[in-house]
């Protein structure tokens, strides 16, 4: 593998990760080569895309169009064991585009990140057919069922390296360009947005429970209904935890430039925002289009992969 361009690494973060199909539409366009790929969840997902070769402008079309119709298809609930969605429809999207295509055989090495749900282990996503190793990354916890792939049962890479730096620095050197899409520093209270339309009452029918029942005040100061304040709660103590873990990982494992789009305004789950994701995605590679330029030209300290370490568990 030739040492001329950059080792991308793409994080995890719902439908933030839009931002990464940005990211490399622009780092193409600026003619800035692009030599392996490296992901987590929606990250792994993304740059398969990429690394398969699939046209930028039809990845964008398709990130673009997304609508909450269209997540809900995706995402609808379906008694799955271990998870509210079994990925059936998710699964058949990724064999839509990606067939029974081997990562070995793609034009620009790639690995995804995955857990164990066993032993808690990491595990590298880095041979075999391309969409069930994206299928077994995205397995977020309580939303997608974990996904079976030789004898592990796996979840969602995000849960022990949402960004996996070390790994891909292991594996194909450098100079590395990481995206994070999670604040890793304190925020203000994400302002909850309202429902589309279409979703409301008026045309969503409801049991009659339901619609009789009046919203339950919690002791919260402010009080607020309490479906949503547990939501919240919930959303709000895994990205402290998350954040944490990746700030860790970047003080023991650095990049050699790390980009950071700002998409924090958009939920996991707001996949109809992929229009917004995307220009921030590119918008964030034009701000730092001098730090890129000048990290081709100096390249990285550690150019080759690094010798005699430790590879995680490869699928």
Not at 123 to 131: E, F, S, W
Not at 201 to 215: G, N
Not at 256 to 272: K, S
Not at 276 to 288: F, K, L, P, S, T
Request: proline share 7%.
């Amino acid at each position: 593998m030739s040492n001329n361009g950059l080792v991308v690494v793409l994080g995890g973060g719902g439908a933030r990760g839009l931002a990464h199909v940005g990211i490399l539409e622009a780092l193409t366009q600026h003619g800035f080569p692009v030599r392996a790929v490296a992901g987590t969840s929606i990250g792994a997902e993304v740059g398969a895309f990429f690394a398969s070769g699939f046209p930028m402008d039809e990845l964008c079309r398709i990130g673009g169009a997304v609508d909450w119709r269209r997540t809900l298809q995706l995402f609808m609930p379906d008694l799955a064991r271990g998870g509210l969605c079994s990925g059936r429809k998710i699964l058949a999207f990724l064999r839509q585009h990606f067939g029974d295509r081997l990562i070995e055989t793609l034009p620009i090495p790639w690995i995804g990140i995955a857990t164990d749900l066993d032993s808690g282990e990491e595990v590298v996503l880095d041979r075999g057919i391309l969409a069930t190793a994206v299928r077994a990354s995205i397995s977020l916890p309580g939303l997608l069922a974990p996904y079976r792939l030789g004898d592990r049962l796996l979840i969602d890479g995000g849960v022990v390296n949402s960004l996996p730096i070390d790994v891909a620095r292991t594996r194909f050197g450098g100079p590395i360009l990481a995206v994070l899409l999670q604040p890793i520093g304190p925020r203000g209270h994400a302002r909850r947005r309202r429902m589309p339309g279409w979703l409301s009452a008026r045309h969503v029918p409801h049991p009659a429970w339901i619609r009789r029942a009046r919203p339950v005040r919690t002791g919260v100061e402010g009080g607020g209904d309490i479906n949503w304040r547990t939501r919240w709660v919930m959303s709000q103590s895994a990205s402290i935890t998350q954040a944490a873990l990746i700030r860790l990982r970047l003080q023991q494992s650095p990049p050699d430039l790390l980009l950071n789009p700002e998409v924090r305004h958009i939920g996991p789950l707001e996949f109809y925002r992929g229009t917004e994701a995307i220009e921030a995605g590119r918008q964030e590679v034009r701000r730092r289009l001098p730090e890129i330029e000048r990290l081709l030209v100096s390249g990285s300290s550690s150019l080759e992969p690094e010798s005699g370490s430790n590879n995680p568990r490869s699928s």
